[in-house]
């Protein structure tokens, strides 16, 4: 249950599970605070591929951090446990932590006993009476200022400050699942990970395998749609296997999207608002990586960089094909300086 409100609330959207045959073998626990993300555990199945996975699930929790309008994901590392996985990375070091052991914490009673004779009573009066009142600065409770906190989009404020238009900002609302409150949290256990899609110039298809699905019968199989999400439930064998997308690339017409039921796979059809619209992907979060990455060239810390740079960035938050690509491309234009810088030695 626990686990499931962190899935639901701070760590919407930021964590990552590799299954392998239907079992999880690695997975990395993420939280939010609004402002940067925050990388709390991750961890891999002993084996040769263990640091690759382990790899593969920060990038990917990092690339979806920046996709939500988060600053950065930081992780806390203890000294002595540090294996380098970061470095290689190639994330930095930009904290150091400093804490007190606690046995040399005071003991509370110790407080009690430096005072006087007539404090130490009152003390004692007031610790038996009455229990102790929260700390409200300015007669406000502390929570106030921390949910006014998380409602401040830093970036706006500064480009405000700079004299500039925050409306250039990109948004960075968290995304509603507005299936939860009618279906609650659904069981992790039981989702359905396996799914391929494609689209055409009216419908997105999304291809979900299920041997002898068919003959479950229409009854266990639904499929619920809504403006920008889709959930589908196929129950079977006594438990409710599931597969949902809360943040579809685009707005979909709830009314005209269906699903088939074939022999051996559901295939959900979802009806495009706008009739020959492409989708970048099945969900928005290129589209919303590629808004921010526009803001970071033009206004953030990517303003001023250089091809390298950029192309290094975005290898960073690159999937392993697009990588492919990048990396033949930052080959041709090395080769080209290197070429340039020939041609004007020979001048």
């Not at 438990?239 to 074939?262: F, M, P, Q």
Request: charged share 30%; glycine share 10%; proline share 3%.
């Amino acid at each position: 249950a626990a686990i499931e409100r962190h899935l639901a609330g701070p760590g919407a959207g930021i964590c990552w599970v590799a299954e392998r045959d239907g079992t999880v073998i690695a997975f990395c626990l993420c939280g939010s605070d609004g402002v940067f993300g925050q990388l709390l555990q991750i961890t891999a199945a002993p084996g040769g591929t263990a640091d690759d996975l382990r790899r593969d699930l920060a990038d990917r929790c990092a690339d979806a951090c920046l996709a939500r309008g988060l600053r950065a994901l930081r992780a806390p590392v203890p000294v002595d446990s540090d294996d380098g996985l970061f470095e290689r990375l190639g994330w930095s070091v930009s904290h150091a932590v400093y804490g007190r052991a606690r046995d040399e914490r005071p003991q509370k009673k110790s407080r009690v006993a430096g005072l006087g004779a007539s404090e130490a009573s009152a003390a004692s009066s007031s610790s038996g009476g009455e229990a102790r009142s929260k700390l409200k600065p300015e007669g406000k409770d502390t929570s106030s200022f921390y949910n006014a906190w998380d409602k401040v989009n830093v970036d706006k404020v500064l480009i405000e400050e700079e004299g500039g238009d925050p409306a250039v900002v990109p948004e960075a609302a968290p995304t509603q699942d507005e299936f939860q409150e009618q279906f609650g949290s659904l069981d992790v256990a039981t989702r359905i990970s396996r799914f391929a899609w494609d689209q055409s110039d009216k419908f997105v298809s999304i291809y979900v395998p299920w041997d002898g699905v068919a003959a479950l019968g229409e009854e266990s199989v639904e499929c619920h749609f809504r403006r920008v999400g889709v959930l589908l439930l196929v129950r079977s064998g006594g438990k409710t296997h599931w597969y949902k997308v809360i943040n579809l690339c685009k707005e979909i017409d709830v009314g005209a999207s269906k699903r088939n039921v074939k022999a051996d796979q559901v295939v959900i059809k979802l009806k495009k608002v706008q009739t020959g619209e492409k989708w970048s992907d099945l969900t928005d979060e290129k589209d919303k990586y590629q808004k921010r990455r526009e803001y970071r060239i033009n206004h953030g810390d990517l303003k001023g960089a250089t091809t390298e740079e950029l192309l290094a960035d975005m290898y960073q938050h690159a999937s392993d094909e697009d990588r492919a690509g990048l990396r033949d491309a930052m080959k041709v234009n090395r080769e080209k300086r290197e070429e340039d810088g020939r041609k004007a030695a020979g001048k």
